[in-house]
């Protein structure tokens, strides 16, 4: 979904519902979507294609193709740690699904079909929220992966003793809404020290 950015900073372009989600939004209004035509014909494909298959359209070799993908982008994000778990767990995963796929290409009716589709449905809804990461955004390794190489900037930058880059790898790592408040609590480069010692303005650290 596409927000249009002509409300600002509620939706600031981004691309989840979770921006209108109990606010004052809350009414349709089709100017703020202007593509929710298209992505209903394409959901009402998939909707089409599931009522008149035999078998139900799930693939789980294609579930397997989107983690390799991911582990091989999140892999050099995190060089220190081991993706070997995940790579021997997804081979597995990989076999089993070609299997299924094999078993699922001999049915030819739906007497054959039902208890295998209920299975399907039933395998896909316990099996991704182990896959997904917070919010279905992407394989749950994805998030980890992407916070080690944020945290893993700022502290090049920190080291640098660059503090405009240093913010700024903070506030990805937080997230959205971080920038004002990261950029208050770090103004003018003050540090909290002791307590018995109060506020110190260190100058280690460059725009």
């Known amino acids: 979904m596409t927000w249009t950015r002509e409300t600002g900073g509620v939706f600031g372009g981004g691309s989840s519902f979770s921006a ?51 582990l091989k982008a999140d892999e050099p994000k995190a060089p220190g740690a081991s993706f070997a778990d995940a790579h021997a767990a997804l081979a597995k995963f990989t076999a089993e699904a070609m299997r299924v796929e094999r078993a699922r290409a001999r049915i030819r009716s739906a007497t054959q079909a039902g208890p295998v589709n209920l299975w399907l449905m039933r395998t896909r809804k316990d099996l991704l929220p182990w896959m997904t990461g917070r919010g279905a955004g992407g394989v749950r390794t994805t998030a980890y992966a992407n916070q080690v190489q944020t945290l893993a900037s700022a502290r090049a930058s920190a080291e640098h003793r660059d503090r405009s880059a240093t913010l700024t790898a903070i506030e990805r790592m937080l997230g959205p809404g971080a920038r004002g408040r990261v950029r208050r609590s770090t103004t003018s480069g003050c540090t909290r020290t002791r307590p018995a010692t109060g506020a110190r303005c260190s100058s280690n650290v460059r725009n």
């Open 20 to 70: 209108i989600y109990h606010t004052d939004f809350d009414v349709f209004d089709p100017k703020l979507v202007p593509n929710l035509e298209t992505d209903l014909r394409i959901a009402a494909l998939g909707i089409a294609r599931a009522d008149h298959a035999v078998t139900l359209p799930i693939q789980f070799s294609g579930i397997a193709s989107w983690i390799e993908d991911a």
